[in-house]
């Protein structure tokens, strides 16, 4: 039997509960590499049995590298330069970018499309995925890329609507900002993704 | 209905020193949960980033015109969930200011005297000592009830657990009935959740 006054106050329960829980700050020795090891802690696993807990279980952060290829600037004018994320163990993985935008004079978020238009890509061991930057309009600024991985694609948000909900919360979080505006980092971001997910972010300056 | 003081991850005392309004207490209220308002808000707003703005004021505000007129009672409910339970009503508020459908129906909405918010997060707070009370929920059951109340579909939850739908469909209601239970032995009747559930979307 239905019941949705009790399925909405699990909801509310389980939400209470996530926004309740302070958010913590890690700290690696590397300055350019911030990293959190995902959102594991949130609450739905607070219920949840060991054997869930165990499958749920985040990636480290220090599993996951991200090189920045510079590249010269093309007869046409154009520069793209080539982020590489490398994983060393299989999964699942999402490309936030906070880039130049050209049309607002800003930094914006966007989620990375891949060739095959799908925003989700599978990750083999050891392997490099390229992700190019169109960077000839950009001014010698910090911009960064958040990595999102998760051991299952299903963790991450593949809709339409998850990813639009996605760009909603992260310019909630960190909205369009001129270029000395304070930055913003994978802390602020972490709430606006689910647990299983652990995102390591690479400032990088096209110069 | 008294909160337990052993649950999880709750800065120590600072639901009691934002009772009895000591000095600080608000500012660092402010900051451990300004990011997770601000984000709640964000992700129903639909990054309208200046009414997330007017919505984290507005909570704050209401949130502190509890506390000024002792409305905020430590021992019922923790101030992290108080703030939740405000922010929903919050939301809800707008929502109905701006004509957008909600679950709420027009007779019974947030514009309820504020101890309805501490009500609401002493709710709140009940039904989560209620999922995690040892031996009350078995594992699929608790699984079962937290993933179907996500939205997750039975075929679907059927199709993870290794399980017949009418299965899921079993535990699903078992642990609906227990956990109503709980709560009915923690004081609140059918009658009173459905009336402050209609605080949340």
């Known amino acids: ?207 | 209905m008294a909160a337990d003081d052993d649950r999880p991850a709750r800065p120590a005392g600072l639901s009691r020193r934002i009772a009895a309004r000591a000095p600080g207490a608000f500012e660092e209220l402010h900051a451990l949960y300004g990011p997770r308002l601000r984000s709640l808000f964000a992700r129903r707003a639909g990054g309208r980033t200046d009414l997330v703005e007017d919505l984290v004021q507005q909570t704050w505000a209401a949130v502190w015109r509890s506390v000024s007129a002792d409305r905020y009672q430590p021992e019922r409910a923790a101030i992290s969930t108080f703030v939740y339970a405000v922010a929903n009503k919050i939301w809800l508020q707008h929502c109905r200011q701006a004509g957008r459908p909600t679950a709420v129906p027009d007779e019974a909405g947030p514009q309820g005297p504020p101890e309805d918010a501490l009500a609401s997060a002493e709710l709140l707070e009940a039904l989560q000592d209620c999922l995690r009370r040892p031996g009350l929920l078995d594992d699929e059951e608790r699984e079962v009830a937290l993933a179907a109340a996500s939205g997750e579909s039975e075929r679907s939850l059927a199709g993870r657990l290794h399980l017949a739908a009418s299965t899921i469909n079993a535990r699903k209601r078992t642990a609906y009935s227990k956990l109503r239970r709980c709560l009915s032995g923690k004081g609140f009747g059918a009658e009173m959740i459905e009336q402050l559930a209609e605080s949340f979307e």
């Open chain 1, 1 to 207: 039997m239905p019941d949705p006054v009790l399925e909405r106050l699990l909801r509310a329960a389980v939400e209470a509960e996530a926004f309740a829980r302070p958010i913590r700050r890690l700290r690696l020795a590397s300055w350019w590499l911030l990293a959190t090891s995902g959102a594991a802690a949130l609450l739905a696993l607070v219920f949840m049995n060991p054997r869930s807990v165990t499958r749920y279980r985040t990636i480290p952060a220090k599993a996951i590298s991200i090189e920045h290829v510079s590249s010269p600037v093309s007869q046409a004018g154009q520069r793209i330069d080539v982020l590489q994320p490398c994983l060393d163990t299989a999964a699942a993985a999402l490309v936030l970018l906070r880039v130049w935008d050209r049309d607002c004079s800003c930094l914006q978020w966007q989620v990375h499309e891949f060739e095959d238009g799908s925003t989700i890509t599978e990750m083999a061991r050891g392997e490099a995925v390229q992700i190019p930057v169109d960077v000839s309009h950009a001014p010698p600024i910090e911009q960064s890329v958040l990595l999102a991985v998760a051991r299952r694609a299903s963790d991450l948000p593949s809709t339409v609507d998850a990813r639009e909900d996605l760009l909603a919360c992260l310019n909630g979080v960190c909205p369009p900002s001129l270029p000395d505006e304070a930055s913003c980092g994978n802390p602020d971001v972490l709430p606006c993704l689910g647990e299983g997910i652990t995102l390591v972010q690479r400032p990088f300056v096209a110069d």
